[in-house]
């Protein structure tokens, strides 16, 4: 039996017919868009349009120009804090970010940039109440994730998104563990940029992600890349508008046409319907885990506030050996380590031993949670 329990990383499998329609786009269209004069290109720039609007939909943004096509979350969240911030701007960031938040950071404060974390509790919960303590005159912007990659914690974003309105600073969001599978409001939440990829819980391929941003904060960044757009192309000025501002050169047109059938499946399907299926196998891992002696739970014990990641460490034994026992004896794909998110680690108290991560989708079965439990008392005896 062969389990996969590393959505987290990357979700397999993924959304029914995708890769049907990147084969088909490779077979049958195969050009590029906004630089053909045809028949064929106009219809790829067709579904590239309608992959942007249905983007829009699922987070609540008006404008479908500024959906922003990037290879994956890491570019996206790059393009934005590499774009937006100059010296002697400070940002605010929770102790659970990815390295992806965190690396561009740490690089920019060599350059001027200043930033500070608000802190969690060993549960990964962001202790809201010291947010407004730590804005100063110069902050510019807070930067978080919705859901720690480690442990799953939610963060407050409606709430954290309120105090950034009330005090005039820009909110980003790092959405790599929740798009597709959380109801996201950008609007309703004070978002200014959504920073997503396709190849997680938008169960489409890897290679493609992107990002939403007000035309506020979009005036503000300096791209970070460019090129040819297909358009102005007698001027060798950048162009302003958006997306072309930030879409230099040629986008991934295949992986775009599996998001796009990807999107329509989690349209059809219901994300609410996911996440009802995904929290119940949750609970169910939760709740057998709490039976195996010398184990801990890393994070909070049930399912309210969390996304459907688990992490857990052993009393007795080295995780990378239970990593490697559960794939080699068990067939249970999983992850251990660090998951590129030292911060969240040190927070969680687990650094620098890590953790054995199981990340859930909903295309898993009760059959394999109960399987992986009853490994893991096998193995752990």
């Excluded at 993924?14 to 028949?39: H, L, Q, S």
């Excluded at 937006?84 to 060599?110: C, F, I, T």
């Excluded at 109440?129 to 720690?148: F, G, L, Q, Y």
Aim: charged share 20%; hydrophobic share 35%.
């Amino acid at each position: 039996m062969k389990v996969y329990l590393d959505n987290a990383s990357t979700s397999y499998p993924k959304a029914p017919d995708m890769v049907k329609a990147m084969t088909d786009f490779m077979e049958n269209i195969g050009c590029n868009i906004n630089r053909g004069g045809y028949e064929n290109s106009y219809g790829a720039s067709g579904i590239v349009t309608e992959t942007r609007e249905m983007l829009c939909e699922l987070f609540n943004y008006p404008d479908s120009k500024n959906v922003i096509f990037t290879p994956n979350v890491t570019y996206s969240l790059n393009y934005i804090i590499k774009g937006l911030l100059k010296r002697g701007d400070h940002v605010l960031v929770s102790s659970m970010e990815h390295n992806a938040v965190m690396r561009p950071l740490v690089q920019m404060s060599k350059e001027g940039v200043a930033f500070n974390r608000i802190p969690c509790n060993e549960k990964g919960e962001l202790q809201t109440e010291e947010i407004e303590k730590m804005i100063r005159p110069d902050t510019k912007a807070i930067i978080m994730t919705h859901s720690s990659n480690v442990c799953g914690t939610l963060m407050p974003i409606k709430a954290v998104g309120q105090i950034c309105k009330k005090h005039n600073i820009k909110f980003i969001v790092d959405a790599a563990q929740t798009a597709g599978a959380f109801n996201i409001d950008m609007l309703e939440s004070n978002i200014d940029a959504l920073a997503f990829t396709g190849h997680k819980s938008l169960l489409g391929p890897q290679g493609i992600g992107g990002f939403i941003v007000r035309d506020e904060i979009a005036s503000q960044m300096v791209p970070l890349i460019t090129g040819g757009t297909g358009s102005m192309s007698e001027s060798e000025e950048y162009p302003e508008f958006l997306p072309d501002k930030f879409e230099p050169g040629t986008m991934n047109i295949p992986g775009i046409f599996g998001l796009n059938e990807a999107l329509k499946y989690l349209k059809s399907f219901g994300i609410a319907n996911i996440l009802e299926k995904e929290l119940m196998l949750t609970e169910m891992m939760l709740d057998g885990l709490k039976s195996i002696p010398n184990l801990k739970l890393i994070g909070l014990p049930g399912k309210e506030n969390r996304a459907p990641v688990i992490s857990i460490t052993s009393l007795k034994h080295d995780n990378a050996w239970i990593g490697y026992e559960l794939d080699s004896t068990f067939g249970i794909m999983t992850r251990v380590g660090l998951h590129c998110s030292p911060s969240s680690h040190k927070t969680l108290n687990t650094y620098p031993s890590g953790t054995v991560r199981f990340s859930i989708n909903h295309f898993n079965t009760q059959d394999e949670i109960s399987y992986t439990i009853e490994s893991l008392k096998k193995l752990l005896k």
